[in-house]
């Protein structure tokens, strides 16, 4: 016999993601592989097939009990587990236009607040740093030489690794003006200036690349689009390569999103506006930019700077000596 949770999830996914909001792909995927792992979960707690399950079996307890089991038994960080319970917010949500005789059941999950965590400072790249990753490619081969180039217009630009493997190449406008569109996170369309050295290699490139507008700009072997893991495991090989020159390299974890970072630190230390970085990042407002900020401590230094005392000698404070300190204060 059917439950009440089938249709509901069912009509969640294909009315309200799919239609009504027109969700992306990689929203759709998130929120499917967080469904599987609750039904799959209920299932072993209450021996359910999912197919028979009601609203009523997923309660507040139960969620409660998945979301520790995301902790604890398959190692999630609290970001993730917060991801989670937003794709279950979301569901429930919609459950409640149509079953409001379970609105009880379902405001109590709803009221399961997300879990807070400790921010950590990004991790980004020094011009020395990206200079090293840029030159790890091998330019005798074509995957470096695509390599190089997707690497370059990642540290330019700032897109985030889905933009990057999505990009075809009429996104890449190199006359007058250049610059390359993307559509963005929330489905924002979002043009971004490049350098003359970006457009040197890129120009390159695409006389190499060839093919038709609708092509990978960055393809495979096969001349398919690279998927998110391909493009991980090329930033990380040159990544390796690059840190046996410039061993800084060796103490960070590089991925795609780093290379992000690194955009927008290179905007900041430039003087840009952050309104303007966060324009140029996608962001839907400067308080995700401000993450920016508390990273770079050369910025707080100069603005220290500028609060000290005119009469002040220069240099940062230097605490006495322990065994000077103790024999004053006698």
């Excluded at 993307?182 to 050295?197: D, E, F, S």
């Amino acid at each position: 016999m059917s439950g009440t949770l089938a249709p509901t999830l069912q009509a969640f996914f294909t009315d309200r993601l799919a239609r009504q909001r027109q969700a992306s792909g990689h929203t759709i995927a998130a929120y499917r592989d967080t469904a599987k792992l609750l039904l799959i979960f209920t299932e072993k707690q209450t021996g359910k097939q999912p197919s028979t399950m009601d609203i009523t079996d997923l309660d507040a307890p139960l969620i409660g009990a998945f979301l520790t089991h995301l902790e604890t038994d398959r190692g999630n960080s609290v970001r993730t587990r917060n991801a989670r319970l937003a794709a279950i917010h979301s569901l429930f949500r919609y459950a409640a236009l149509h079953h409001p005789d379970q609105a009880a059941v379902i405001q109590r999950v709803l009221a399961i607040p997300p879990k807070r965590f400790d921010r950590t400072l990004i991790t980004y790249l020094t011009e020395d740093e990206i200079t090293a990753l840029l030159a790890a490619p091998d330019p005798s081969n074509w995957t470096g030489r695509r390599d190089h180039a997707l690497l370059m217009l990642a540290c330019q630009t700032g897109l985030r690794a889905t933009e990057l493997t999505r990009l075809r190449i009429s996104d890449l406008h190199l006359g007058t003006g250049a610059h390359v569109s993307c559509l963005g996170k929330g489905r924002k369309q979002r043009i971004t200036p490049l350098t003359a050295g970006a457009v040197m290699v890129l120009r390159a490139w695409l006389a190499e690349r060839a093919g038709l507008p609708a092509d990978p700009l960055f393809p495979t072997r096969r001349g398919g689009p690279m998927s998110r893991d391909a493009l991980q495991r090329r930033v990380s090989i040159h990544a390796a390569t690059a840190a046996r020159s410039c061993p800084t390299l060796g103490e960070k974890k590089i991925s795609p999103h780093v290379l992000r970072h690194s955009a927008a630190m290179r905007l900041l230390h430039a003087g840009v506006d952050i309104s303007v970085i966060a324009l140029w990042m996608g962001h839907e407002n400067t308080a995700t930019t401000q993450v920016y900020i508390h990273a770079d401590l050369a910025l707080k230094e100069r603005a220290l700077a500028r609060t000290a005392p005119r009469d002040a000698p220069p240099g940062r404070y230097q605490p006495p000596d322990t065994i000077l300190a103790f024999l004053n204060g006698l």
